[in-house]
């Protein structure tokens, strides 16, 4: 999603109802106003994070001709992050605004038919950084449920090493990626990893590490020059990829039940999700979900944007930056999270 780069909608494309009434109203110059705007906002957001990013939304909202490849597409597949990376498979990394046009004119067919086959979807196992002090503190063994699992690379937090700060945990293998978080004074870094005995993931796409092209996509999704992320990635898919997590296909709001009913029961069953639930416009759908885990033996590890959930920020102290996410366990916020797993500012 694109806070941060993570490879979705702009933040607010993903919590706003519908189309606007210039989209409604259909008319050519309703459109492109509209995905100008929208490309604008994704500028804005990009800024500080990837020049490059910047630059090309910034061209696309001032041009008409790409205005008018983005007006011919789906309306809900004009979203930056898509479009952007669908060029850079078909054509690779535009240099500029002028580079971008050409890939256009030259690749416009092959361009629209990856925007239309593909969406944006991302795993970030940098997350477990940030997981990890809340799944240590309960009692194990643990039974991990990963609701918007994406490949499942944050199924694997008890797998991989972590430095936070000055404090490391090594993994319990010598090949496993370790994770470096920083971490405020208050934060519960654990001694030692959890006990994982079960492990299984959802989502309404699952990605399979073991697919060339599922894990070539999801590294173009990483915006350009994020260099460390893509290293991070790259090193998570090849060490998961020896022992893959169980990730099934289906849908948070219809099949958290029945995946919830295969966990082991003398295992502390945990649900968890990072960076899924704004993909829930509905609100009233989202609490629908919340309720069901809350009506399961589960302990609900929530790790999002401050707008999924908007009254649980009001007990929280300030957000250290704005684009931080809110971790929170069974509905109380215990911290502040960075949207890669880069900081936690615990305060539970
Ligand atoms: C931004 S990715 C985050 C993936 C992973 N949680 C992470 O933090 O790296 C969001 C994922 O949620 C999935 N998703 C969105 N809505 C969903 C739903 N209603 N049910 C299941 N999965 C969903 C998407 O397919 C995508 O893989």
Redesign the pocket.
């Known amino acids: 999603?694109a806070v941060a780069g993570?490879?979705?909608n702009s933040r607010f494309d993903r919590l706003m109802p519908g189309p606007d009434s210039r989209v409604r109203s259909g008319t050519d110059a309703g459109i492109h106003a509209v995905t100008a705007d929208r490309y604008r906002r994704f500028a804005a957001e990009a800024d500080g994070r990837c020049r490059l990013y910047v630059d090309l939304a910034g061209a696309v909202a001032d041009d008409d001709a790409l205005l008018a490849f983005l007006a011919a597409q789906p309306e809900e597949r004009r979203q930056p992050n898509l479009f952007l990376a669908a060029v850079r498979w078909v054509a690779g990394v535009p240099a500029d605004g002028a580079a971008l046009r050409q890939a256009v004119a030259r690749h416009g067919a092959a361009i629209a038919a990856v925007m239309r086959a593909r969406t944006t979807?991302?795993?970030?196992p940098g997350?477990c950084a940030v997981l990890l002090p809340a799944l240590a503190r309960l009692p194990g063994p643990l039974a991990l449920l990963?609701?918007?699992?994406?490949a499942g690379?944050?199924l694997l937090p008890d797998r991989y090493g972590y430095r936070y700060g000055g404090t490391l945990l090594a993994p319990p293998t010598a090949d496993a990626p370790v994770f470096d978080c920083a971490a405020n004074a208050a934060t519960p870094v654990p001694a030692a990893l959890p006990q994982v005995v079960w492990r299984a993931g959802?989502?309404?796409?699952p990605l399979d590490v073991g697919s060339h092209d599922d894990m070539a996509w999801l590294e173009t999704l990483v915006w350009p020059g994020q260099d460390a992320r893509a290293e991070r990635l790259r090193a998570a898919i090849a060490f998961a990829r020896r022992d893959p997590p169980r990730v099934i296909r289906?849908?948070?709001?219809t099949d958290l039940e029945s995946l919830a009913a295969q966990a082991p029961a003398e295992a502390t069953l945990v649900v968890f999700?990072?960076?899924?639930l704004a993909?829930?416009r509905d609100g009233q759908a989202r609490q629908r979900f919340a309720d069901t885990v809350a009506r399961s033996r589960a302990v609900w590890i929530c790790n999002e944007w401050r707008e999924v959930f908007p009254g649980w920020a009001d007990s929280a102290p300030p957000a250290p930056h704005p684009n931080s996410f809110l971790l929170a366990v069974d509905g109380r916020p215990v911290a502040w999270t960075q949207p890669h797993g880069q900081a936690i500012d615990w305060f539970g």
């Not at 289906?250 to 709001?253: A, I, K, Q, V, Y």
């Not at 999700?273 to 899924?276: D, G, L, Q």
């Open positions: 999603m993570d490879g979705g979807q991302t795993n970030e997350r990963e609701v918007g699992a994406s690379l944050c959802l989502d309404l796409n289906g849908d948070l709001l999700h990072t960076a899924v993909y829930v």
